[in-house]
Structures are given as structure tokens and as C-alpha cells.
Nanobody, 121 residues
Framework: QVQLVESGGGAVQAGGSLRLSCAVS????????MGWLRQAPWKQRELVAS???????NDADSVKGRLTISRDNTENTVYLEMNSLKPEDTDVYYC???????????????WGQGTQVTVSS
């Protein structure tokens, strides 16, 4: 069984930093795109940042220069480095991966369990 396991959330003051991690648990064949999305109870889930298999990144305008996505293909892990955090960054953050469990199986979306990030002013 394949799962995405997130870690690294928490509570910080404005201007602080956090690093989120999301690792694959279980055997897989290949990972294509990876990403981080966030959602508050009263909002739709929104993309924070994504990274392709080739390493091309795409960031939301609201996080450019502050939140940075990266991936480690040998460890099947995606990271979100969060700096200069603002109260409006408070949300539950979800990692997402488009991956194949086996070579003969199509790519499927997988989601992490979500991790809370709280930024106080």
C-alpha cells in the first residue's frame, strides 16, 4: 500500500520559518509531478507550489520569494521551505504526488494526510 506521510508543520510567529516534508511510504515505480496545496475550512484548496519530474517549479504569486518547493528523487520526498511566514499562510498543507505504483499501471494522484501550519502576528 502506498501512502504519503507529511511532517514538519507547527506554530510560529510572523517572520518565522518552517520546513514541511512529504515522503512516500511503500514501493513505487516512478513519480511525475509533486506539489503542495493548502486549505482553510472556509476556502477551496489552492496550489502553493508544484515541481515537475525535470525540476521545473511553479509557485503561487502569494508565496513567491518566501516558500520554496524542492524534491529528492532518491528519497521520493518533496519539501516546502517556508520563510518570512505571514498570518495569512495559516492553513492545513497537503502534499500531492502523481505516481505509478508499477510500470504497467497508470499514473494516479496521491495525497498526504495534511499538516497544520499556524502563523501568529
Amino acid at each position: 500500500q502506498v501512502q504519503l506521510v507529511e511532517s514538519g508543520g507547527g506554530a510560529v510567529q510572523a517572520g518565522g520559518s518552517l520546513r514541511l516534508s512529504c515522503a512516500v511510504s511503500g514501493n513505487i515505480f516512478r513519480i511525475n509531478n509533486m506539489g503542495w496545496l493548502r486549505q482553510a475550512p472556509w476556502k477551496q484548496r489552492e496550489l502553493v507550489a508544484s515541481i515537475t519530474g525535470a525540476g521545473t517549479t511553479n509557485d503561487a504569486d502569494s508565496v513567491k520569494g518566501r516558500l520554496t518547493i524542492s524534491r529528492d528523487n532518491t528519497e521520493n520526498t518533496v519539501y516546502l521551505e517556508m520563510n518570512s511566514l505571514k498570518p495569512e499562510d495559516t492553513d492545513v498543507y497537503y502534499c500531492n504526488m502523481l505516481l505509478k505504483r508499477r510500470a504497467y499501471i497508470e499514473y494516479t494522484d496521491y495525497w498526504g494526510q495534511g499538516t497544520q501550519v499556524t502563523v501568529s502576528s
